[in-house]
């Protein structure tokens, strides 16, 4: 998992001009970070979260950070139809010119 994170980074890297370009689907932005998520995870808010925000924010709060509700516990579960749609926005903006395995 950690392999496909650091392929995505870089993906994202080289793509930036893309997708700035673009509209970022909200569907893939971390509500904590404003980022795209690369290990996307369901809180018991029933919200995603990029993994390393949320375990950040799990630390120091044991509350929603979207409606500052309580939580119910604090596991996260990974969220596999997030993670595809993170894979199929770098794919769009590689079908729109960029390629990823080009030298910056």
Known sequence: DKERIEKQKKQIEKLRGVIAARTKPPRIICPISQDIML?????????????????????????SPMTGADLEHTNLTSNIIARGMVQDFIEECEAAGTDPNEAV
């Open 39 to 63: 290990n996307p995870v369901v809180a018991a808010d029933g919200h995603t979260y990029e993994r390393e925000h949320i375990e950040l924010w799990l630390k120091n709060h044991k509350t």
